[in-house]
């Protein structure tokens, strides 16, 4: 059972050739005859690969690879966080399972205000207070109870190895480090161990030696391993010494959810995607159902006019999100409205294709947006044809920032997905009501979309991706490349992305090619046009016409790599 340190040479060195290097360029992603991972890590995407190739399905790769990235990409795969998953398995039976982090049970409404009722900057973000209670763990324990067939202590070891020996970090990641290296310094002192006195560089080595002890916790105990015992109790000393609100009662409550996914249709398929607290499911569907009233293939694809359609269709759906979406066991979510396309059909009639309208027209507020790639996904489709779309975030990169002492882990800062004043912002520039307002043990607000597509009956893509409000508006675009455009899977993930969400009312776009005079057209139409470097991760699948599985990683964007056997 224990996988051999031949193995995680293997691995390593792998890693290092030249077949995963982010300069080159496939027009078509690599092919897979039976199974593909895709995931924000080469070493995560491998472990995944071995999982299959040694007879685990989907679930069994997605527990593993969710283990591997809270260790070779701490940065957003964790154990303090939480996500959301969807699955189709190969009889067409379809599961969401919501692992989001919830409020502690102290949270309350006016947590972030001063006493003036003004947020206070920084609070739900940075520290202590930020943190949600983590749903990851309980999450990826119920995946592989529910549909794994190979034991959880085989699907873990390569994790436990990775943090234990060590693994070579990439360029992104070294960049990363050194970024953040003041704010791990102001929440976790001087002396915090990603902290050196040299910069980091690409090619250094970095272990994970606490993680590997609370990943054997996991192995050994199950659940009990994380929210019971040793870890549970390291984390509630965390939290007393920096002023956090997570107890041991919190941490032995948390439960994730299977929910229902929802499902619509665009073009003869069916798009299957996360429901409540995910906003995205609910909003990739009322966008696709707006641009099938169109004909967007005939428009062009990152045409002026299809680029600002897509924005019309965003600024309606974003502020539909804003009014009605939230934790569906604390408020009545009005989905089935959100999702009748006769709502929509009217919601969209105002659309015209000669102006653009003003965002302040459909409601009212002012914001401002800091982007973010945070977050990560991943895509898996086994030799049966199981297939997983998984996203999991610490929210920002490392989360609050705060790393659990003894236990080797970030904790998230997802507290600030919850609307801490109605109509003012979060850090994406997201505004929310009083659907998600701060109730202890409430589930926050998400944007993480991981969402599946099918044609004819059969399994047709795997999608999703990172970006915080931009994943929403990435998968999208992904989808309308493949199914409009006729891209290919790693066209469709290369292509220059745009977004827009109501509000800030202006169309961000990659400064990736975008003919010239596309940016003119949207100006004269009234937009106000933002070049950022870019948006999103993405990580997706798609079974060809011919049967082979066609990865799509995002290697031009960040490390993410794909693999297929
Ligand atoms: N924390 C980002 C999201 O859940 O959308």
């Not at 953040?180 to 250094?204: C, T, Y």
């Not at 997983?388 to 904790?411: D, E, I, P, R």
């Not at 745009?498 to 169309?507: F, K």
Request: aromatic share 8%.
């Amino acid at each position: 059972m224990k996988i051999k340190s031949l193995f995680l040479a293997l691995l390593v060195c792998a890693c290092q050739s030249s077949q995963i290097s982010t300069t080159r360029e496939p027009e078509v992603g690599p092919l897979g005859e039976q199974a593909m991972v895709s995931s924000a890590h080469p070493l995560a995407t491998k472990v995944g690969v071995e999982v299959l190739k040694n007879g685990g399905n989907a679930i069994d790769a997605a527990v593993a690879v969710k283990f591997a990235l809270a260790v070779v990409f701490p940065r957003a795969g964790n154990l303090g966080g939480g996500g959301f998953a969807v699955y189709r398995l190969n009889d067409g039976s379809t599961g969401a399972l919501d692992f989001r982090e919830k409020a502690p049970k102290n949270a309350s409404r006016n947590m972030y205000l001063d006493e003036a009722g003004n947020v206070i900057d920084n609070l739900s973000l940075i520290g202590h207070k930020a943190a949600g209670v983590p749903g990851s763990v309980d999450g990826i324990l119920k995946l592989h109870e529910k549909l794994g067939t190979k034991p959880l202590a085989e699907l873990i070891q390569p994790s436990i190895e990775l943090a234990y020996y060590g693994f070579t970090i990439t360029e992104d990641q070294a960049d990363e480090f050194n970024e953040k290296s003041e704010e791990f310094v102001e929440v976790n002192g001087p002396d915090f161990f990603l902290v050196k006195d040299q910069l980091w560089q690409a090619g250094d080595t970095l272990k994970f030696t606490e993680l590997a002890a609370t990943l054997t916790q996991i192995r050994d105990r199950g659940r009990e391993g994380f929210y019971g015992g040793i870890v549970a109790d390291q984390i509630v000393k965390e939290m007393q010494s920096g002023g956090g609100l997570i107890t041991e009662e919190d941490l032995k409550a948390y439960n994730a959810q299977w929910r229902n996914p929802i499902t619509s249709s665009y073009r003869g398929h069916k798009i299957i995607s996360m429901p409540p607290p995910s906003s995205g499911g609910v909003a990739i569907l009322q966008l696709l159902q707006g641009a099938e009233l169109y004909d967007v293939k005939a428009m062009g694809h990152n045409t002026a006019e299809t680029i600002h359609l897509m924005t019309e269709l965003e600024r309606r759906v974003y502020a539909d999100r804003a009014t009605h979406l939230g934790d569906p066991d604390y408020y009545d979510i009005p989905v089935d409205m959100l999702l009748d396309p006769e709502y929509n059909k009217e919601r969209f009639s105002s659309i015209s294709l000669k102006k653009k309208t003003d965002s302040q027209e459909i409601k009212e507020g002012e914001v401002e947006i800091i982007e973010s790639v945070e977050t990560t996904h991943f895509s898996i489709v086994d030799p049966e044809g199981n297939a997983v779309s998984l996203t999991t975030t610490l929210n920002s990169f490392f989360g609050c920032k705060v790393y659990v002492k003894g236990a080797g882990f970030f904790l998230n800062n997802e507290m600030d997905d919850f609307s801490a004043k109605p109509g003012v912002p979060n850090q994406f520039g997201l505004v929310g009501g009083e659907a998600n307002s701060i109730l202890p043990e409430k589930r926050m607000l998400s944007s993480m979309t991981p969402t599946l597509v099918e044609k004819d009956g059969k399994l047709k893509m795997v999608v999703g991706t990172p970006g915080g409000s931009t994943i929403i508006t990435s998968n999208f675009q992904v989808i309308m490349n493949v199914i409009d455009h006729g891209m290919g899977m790693q066209d469709a993930v290369n292509a220059t992305r745009t977004h827009s969400q109501w509000l800030p009312d202006r169309i961000l776009i990659e400064e990736r090619p975008i003919k010239p005079n596309v940016i003119k057209g949207l100006e004269k139409l009234g937009h106000v046009i933002e070049r950022r470097k870019s948006m999103g991760r993405m990580d997706c699948i798609l079974v060809r016409d011919d049967g082979k599985l066609e990865g799509g990683a995002d290697y031009s964007r960040g490390d993410n790599y794909a693999e297929g056997f």
